[in-house]
């Protein structure tokens, strides 16, 4: 009977570490998957990228800018694209009285990329731009 038991319990604690094994692997994979990155191209070629919310009639509320001044009027988006939600990085170019997420090189739908604002998307911001 003890050798039933032992193997018993030694079972229960193969399936234990294995759940704990697995939950961390999904934590890991979750944490770490598909980190926002920006394009240094598509900020370069920007004439000015700001950090903003887009309103839904594609007026930005600006927060910071950078590469330019900013214009007295208020940042108004072609409504190309979806707009993106919450705080963004937007790399912009000016198309008239309107500006349009800047194109980047990249082949296929990717054209215009706009970035969530994170302290690591920050980061890659302040190093793009570093003189």
Do not use: C
Request: proline content about 7%.
């Amino acid at each position: 009977m003890t050798a039933v038991r032992t193997a018993s319990r030694f079972a229960v604690f193969m399936v234990v570490v294995a759940v704990v094994w697995y939950a961390a692997l999904i934590t890991l994979a979750v944490r770490t998957a598909n980190p926002p990155t920006l394009n240094a191209r598509q900020v370069r070629d920007s004439n000015i990228v700001v950090i903003g919310t887009v309103a839904d009639d594609g007026v930005v509320r600006v927060s910071q800018h950078y590469l330019a001044v900013l214009p007295k009027e208020p940042i108004r988006l072609v409504r190309d694209v979806a707009f993106p939600i919450g705080e963004s990085i937007l790399p912009l170019t000016r198309d008239g009285d309107l500006y349009r997420i800047t194109e980047t090189e990249l082949p296929g739908a990717a054209n215009r990329l706009t970035y969530p604002l994170t302290v690591e998307t920050q980061k890659q911001l302040d190093e793009i731009l570093k003189p």
